[in-house]
DNA sequence: CCCTGTGAAAAGGTTCACAGCA
DNA sequence: TGCTGTGAACCTTTTCACAGGG
């Protein structure tokens, strides 16, 4: 037995991929997977995969592979997957909407079981099935629906702010798609997805392109 | 003189953050810009964010900061601001049409020209102001409106095929939300967003900090 | 004295290459 | 022979610490 002592933050970030890879595997009824076969399926090389999968202990078996069952159980068993984590929607504009309808979420083991907003006319309704909230019952929403996570869709000004109820709701995790930095204590794990800044990324690249094909 | 000889991915991937700490300090009406006032507002360090300016050329002054207005306009030219990308958004389920409505797109410099779908009753029809073609007009649309990107927004099972197609339509960036993995040619840039991976690295962290508290 | 610019050190992550077990 | 497990080399990124100009 090898404990996962200590697993680094990039190998994390890669095991949902895996996960994703052996879900793709699962159908064609085989028994094991190589490393190579999981490095194709989810976008990386295989020494990578066999690296990853060494901080989780060892569960391969020299000259065969993987054992797909297994190796599928001890991923999900180190992302938490055991449990569900349910979500509270902070933010019921274009994408908040979006997200609290987003069939992923749940399917990965993360439902949507509340939303906040301001609006008066969506407080007291339920959106695609999900009850909404006016933001001072926040606190009282993640005791009840026992929120483990909080989705910050809300416009840039007002984020800090609904990351500030989340913490003092006693929120530890928090995935915000607004357009701005947030501050929150140590304790509490930050994801930033910012759209417009994916896209500026990509406009470096396609201007750099163009730049170079001069000359 | 210094030439942005070859500014690193991860500088690169900053650069909009300091673009949008910029932004926050303009009404202020200051001249100038510390490195750590910089660093405060995009929540990095001020020596990163030294090194990462530095890559630019250099453009600050010791003992006063950098000029707010030029540093603004450098790292706006090395995204490649100047130009606008037209953007074709491909899918339009919830996140296709929240993405197709996001205003932070047309803001940011990458306004959405068009979007695709395989629906009949959308096709032909314009979703908030965005018109709707079928998949096999993707070659065209992508000539017509000089499309830069494209963001895939379709159901993981079709997200290659709509790779594919946009890169024979010879569209260079492509921003993926399809939960699965995308080959794409070397010369084609590639940026996947996948929102139930993000939230299982939360999970991962919670499921951790729970296992802590034992003990 | 203040704040930038940057070598040098440290940390983190990736790739290589091969030993070792089935 | 086949494929895993892993030390070692390598590369990227971050952080430190301080020299140097305003």
């Known amino acids: 037995m090898a404990g996962p002592g200590h697993i680094p933050e990039a190998t994390v970030a890669r095991l949902p991929l895996y996960l994703r890879a052996l879900d793709e595997v699962a159908p064609s009824g085989q028994a094991t997977v190589s490393s190579e076969e ?3 399926l989810s976008g990386v090389n295989a020494a990578k995969v066999r ?3 060494s901080y989780l202990g060892t569960y391969g078996t020299r000259g065969v592979g993987y054992e797909l069952d297994y190796l599928t159980f001890e991923i999900s068993r180190a992302l938490g997957l055991a449990n569900t984590w349910p979500v509270v929607v902070c933010g019921l ?4 909407r ?4 987003h069939t992923g979420f749940t399917e990965a083991g993360f439902p949507v079981a509340a939303a906040v907003d301001t609006d008066p006319d969506k407080i007291g309704t339920t959106i695609d099935g999900v009850p909404v909230f006016a933001p001072a019952e926040l606190g009282s929403v993640v005791d ?5 996570i909080g989705v910050i869709a809300a416009p840039a000004t007002a984020a800090q702010g609904v990351a500030d109820a989340l913490v003092s709701a006693g929120v530890k995790s928090i995935m915000s798609f607004a357009p701005t930095v947030l501050v929150v204590p140590d304790d509490v794990e930050l994801r930033a997805v910012d759209l417009a800044t994916e896209l500026q990324i990509l406009g470096f690249h396609l201007h750099r392109s163009n730049e170079n094909t001069g000359t």
Do not use: M, S
């Not at 504009?93 to 908040?96: A, D, H």
């Open 93 to 96: 504009g274009n994408l908040g």
């Open 144 to 148: 009840e629906f026992a929120i483990a």
């Open 51 to 53: 690296k990853d999968l």
């Open 98 to 101: 979006a997200l609290a309808n």
């Open 38 to 40: 999981l490095a194709d």
